[in-house]
């Protein structure tokens, strides 16, 4: 875990020094969006060779979808909310 924090901080801490570089930053968004189709697809195989996961995937799948629609539920409500309090104009 700290690895990870020390990636992300230090990935920070070069992007603030590089912010005004329009080049490397276009460059970086284009390999940070393939790496991450990179990772994707391994994750996919990775989940695909698993026996487990694919032999109770219709059970797995019902509370991914139950977790989803809570999380974007509340989501939205969180956003009215805040909306409402911080952003909306006093009439």
Not at 11 to 33: A, N, P, R, Y
Not at 55 to 74: D, E, H, M, P, R
């Amino acid at each position: 875990m700290f690895i990870v924090i020390l990636f992300l901080f230090s990935g920070m801490v070069i992007g603030f020094l590089l912010h005004k570089k329009v080049k490397v930053i276009k460059v970086s968004d284009k390999m940070s969006t393939w790496f991450i189709y990179v990772f994707l697809f391994l994750l996919g195989i990775s989940v695909g060779s698993s026996e487990e996961i694919m032999n109770n995937f219709g059970k797995i799948g019902v509370q991914a979808f139950i977790l989803t629609i809570g999380a974007i539920s509340g989501s939205v409500l969180a956003s009215f909310f805040i909306y409402k309090r911080f952003f909306k104009e006093k009439e």
